[in-house]
């Protein structure tokens, strides 16, 4: 990476591209001072900025690889920039000379026609080129459009219908089509801003401690360096390509209904009990008791239990969160210890989770954690038997408590999945069962790949919608995968159920048809079980859904060769078309279909009452649909039909898996 200097700035040039552009009339750099005001709410935030001071840095001065901005010739210096790197790789390290400064803002050259993508886990736009991110983790909101009366109605009774952009797994790094990649190195709140032509504006509530610049050849190897940086998952535990994991929580009477969900026919690889810790009902739902351990009135014996169904090969699944309520009995331990975050006044700070308290486990002190990841996740979860988990909440950091870092929480919010992450993949290390045991998460942020093992995506609601439904599950394994996330699933047939809002026996055979195309296949009961359609309560459904089991495992050799791509090369399993037809620049905006590896590619139907299905072939291939058996010249939009149980899939002309493909028509 080298400066150029120009008449009156510099370029930053990285490998051919110019990505940092300062001209005296034209500053890439602004600094000021804002006040935030941040409001939660049950993990959703209301925040604004009232900002106090934003100057342009006009003048900037390069003594070698260091750059002095201020406001004007013969100033006092505000920042300097350290610019290092190499052909493909770029850092630009920032120094504060002005300690009033905590808003920075950095203009990057853009193109028009360019597309951007990335940002974390992003749920309603795959390309974000147009329009405005802000970067924290939060829920992501019910219906996640203003537009909704479901929305409205969330917004209106819990402060929490969402909009676009919130995500559970935010992240300051975006890839451009321009074949480069911008990471932001902070926990800060920050925001992508990609609604003008000529340049794309980052905005950070804090002075960054750098900012990373990667450049390559393709995608494919842009994807590759992505995986380097930020961290590979171990691969998928053989049981996994069993069959699917079921989602029941009713007590002892799950086994039972697994057993009848086996007798349809299904394959089956787990049994996923979020309440094996025992219930409470709010007004909300089923809420889980939030002390993790098992509840053995609810399930008795659960131990054994657990052991025959491993002889089956079939695994227990449980859940857990950083939270412990004041009702349990792992709470006064946590207490005594001085293991959670405090209040202003020293003492254990308590929130309010909907008609239940709980105080926050400080993972900033070792002693914490160490005790967390012993004494909850390995005594009480590993070593009772449990093979997985849900590892839930990790976006709801309060922004008020005293962590034992001292570090404020609202600079720790946003890191607060990542350290979540490590305290469970810590757990299964200690354990020897990394690669074994499996644990997926919604919440993440800069480095959750190197601990977290499987994303999922969080809580749709149980509808098609568009910022809220099927689709946006799909926006959300390719951005996050393009970031070395491997692995991502969802909720078969959504989560949130409310104000009326309840599935339909279409959505689950839709949804499930999509799943069996994914790295794993989980099923849930949902928020409200009692209100909602269950796979098991239906038969048409019943034996549609253990069809779609059959179809994961008959993939299972071809899934593995993934994982082995995903391991080596930290290629994502759901790829977006262009990351392997990257001169189709048709393939850039697409995000309702999805490479399953290099090979197939899988256009779900995701609206309702659709007989038949259009999607684009990619351009430089052959595709063979593997329902009719019908050939297709790529570079076109193709219609066919699609029935229940026959979603869009067309394989690759001269895979190596081509008679594993077609003998999907078999099944």
């Not at 360019?114 to 992003?122: A, I, L, S």
């Not at 004041?326 to 308590?350: I, M, N, R």
């Not at 946003?414 to 045991?437: F, L, Q, Y």
Request: glycine letters at 10%; hydrophobic letters at 40%.
């Amino acid at each position: 990476m080298q400066i150029q200097i120009a008449s009156n700035g510099f370029d930053v040039i990285l490998n051919g591209r110019i990505l940092l552009r300062h001209r005296s009339d034209a500053p890439c750099l602004f600094v000021g001072h804002g006040e935030a005001r941040m409001d939660m709410y049950r993990g959703n935030f209301d925040i604004e900025d009232y900002v106090i001071e934003r100057t342009p840095l006009h003048h900037a001065a390069v003594s070698g690889s260091t750059i002095a901005f201020s406001a004007a010739p013969g100033q006092p210096v505000r920042v300097r920039l350290d610019v290092s790197g190499d052909d493909g790789n770029g850092v630009i390290a920032f120094r504060a000379e002005d300690a009033s400064i905590n808003r920075v803002w950095l203009r990057v050259p853009a193109e028009k026609g360019e597309h951007v993508w990335g940002g974390g886990e992003q749920m309603s736009y795959f390309d974000m080129r147009g329009r405005r991110f802000p970067l924290w983790t939060s829920e992501p909101g019910v219906g996640r459009d203003k537009t909704t009366e479901i929305t409205f109605k969330a917004d209106v009774t819990g402060k929490s219908g969402g909009d676009y952009w919130n995500t559970n797994y935010p992240q300051p790094t975006y890839l451009s089509s321009r074949r480069y990649a911008l990471h932001v190195e902070t926990t800060a709140y920050s925001v992508f801003d990609f609604r003008r032509d000529d340049f794309h504006e980052i905005e950070i509530w804090a002075v960054p401690e750098r900012i990373e610049l990667t450049a390559r050849p393709t995608f494919l190897s842009l994807v590759e360096a992505m995986s380097e940086r930020f961290g590979r998952q171990p691969p998928l535990p053989d049981w996994v390509y069993g069959g699917a994991i079921i989602g029941l929580k009713d007590g002892a009477n799950s086994f039972d209904r697994l057993e009848t969900i086996i007798a349809a026919g299904a394959k089956v690889s787990g049994l996923w009990c979020e309440d094996w810790v025992g219930l409470r009902h709010t007004s909300f739902g089923a809420r889980l008791f939030w002390d993790w351990k098992a509840n053995e009135e609810r399930y008795p014996a659960l131990r054994h239990r657990i052991a025959e169904l491993e002889d089956r090969g079939i695994r227990f699944l449980g859940y857990v969160n950083p939270y412990l309520a004041v009702d349990g009995s792992l709470f006064p331990e946590a207490e005594a210890a001085g293991y959670f975050a405090k209040d202003e006044a020293g003492k254990t700070a308590l929130v309010d989770f909907g008609e239940f308290d709980c105080g926050v486990v400080d993972f900033t002190n070792p002693e914490a954690v160490e005790w967390f990841a012993e004494r909850v996740i390995g005594q009480n979860m590993l070593d009772y038997g449990l093979s997985g988990w849900m590892a839930d909440f990790g976006e709801y950091l309060p922004i008020d408590v005293k962590l034992s870092n001292g570090v404020d929480a609202k600079l720790m919010h946003n890191a607060w999945p990542t350290i979540w992450a490590e305290v469970n993949a810590r757990a299964v290390e200690s354990r020897g069962r990394t690669g074994a045991a499996l644990f997926f998460m919604r919440a993440g942020f800069t480095g959750v790949q190197k601990h977290c093992p499987l994303l999922w995506g969080g809580d749709q609601s149980v509808d098609f919608s568009r910022h809220d439904g099927l689709v946006t599950v799909i926006s959300g394994a390719l951005s996050s995968g393009l970031l070395g996330n491997a692995y991502h699933h969802s909720d078969i047939g959504g989560y949130t159920s409310l104000f009326g809002n309840v599935r339909t026996a279409e959505l689950i055979m839709r949804w499930a048809e999509m799943a069996a195309f994914t790295p794993v296949m989980r099923t849930h009961e949902g928020n409200r079980p009692r209100d909602n359609l269950q796979i098991d309560q239906n038969a048409e459904v019943l034996s549609h859904f253990a069809r779609m089991t059959r179809i994961y495992v008959h993939l299972a050799p071809y899934l593995k060769s993934l994982v082995v791509e995903a391991s080596t090369r930290g290629l994502p399993v759901q790829r977006p078309l262009f990351l392997h037809f990257e001169e189709d620049a048709h393939t850039y905006t697409i995000q309702d279909a999805y490479l399953y590896g290099p090979d197939l590619l899988v256009a779900p139907v995701w609206q309702a009452g659709k007989a038949e299905w259009s999607t684009y072939l990619p351009e430089g291939a052959d595709w063979v649909h593997v329902w009719s058996d019908r050939s297709f010249v790529g570079g076109q939009e193709v219609t066919v039909e699609a029935p229940f149980g026959q979603s869009p899939v067309f394989y690759r002309v001269g895979s190596e898996f081509a008679d594993l493909f077609a003998g999907l028509r078999n099944l």
